[in-house]
């Protein structure tokens, strides 16, 4: 078993900037992707961005620019760096982490106000 712990999500105002981390312990034999999604209400859960192992990274096009993800191999960890947030950034994040199945986290809100 894997399990995922998140932090930093939270309120904060159009513009600003927030930073999500995740930690994976327990029986990690090879992660092959970490990553973050969201979901906002009433919405499907979606991509925002995703690092692999070999350090390939792919983002939503509607994150682009603004939100950086960065990943720690020896420690698998997975942060999410997001500036300029707008409103519709509003949803939960949840970290996913791929080795043999697919793990994830119990979300973190975040929350940007107009």
């Known amino acids: 078993q894997v399990q995922l712990v998140e932090s930093g999500g939270g309120l904060v105002q159009a513009g600003g900037s927030l930073r999500l981390s995740c930690a994976a312990s327990?029986?990690?034999?090879?992660?092959?992707?970490m990553g973050w999604y969201r979901q906002a209400p009433g919405k499907q859960r979606e991509l925002v961005a995703t690092?692999?192992?070999?350090?390939?990274?792919n983002y939503a096009d509607s994150v682009k620019g603004r939100f950086t993800i960065s990943r720690d191999n020896a420690k698998n960890t997975v942060s999410l760096q997001m500036n300029s947030l707008k409103p519709e950034d509003t949803a939960v994040y949840y970290c996913?982490?791929?080795?043999?199945?697919?793990?994830w986290g119990q979300g973190t809100q975040v929350t940007v106000s107009s």
């Open positions: 327990g029986s990690i034999f090879s992660i092959t992707s």
């Open positions: 690092a692999t192992s070999g350090g390939s990274t």
């Open positions: 996913r982490v791929v080795t043999l199945r697919v793990y």
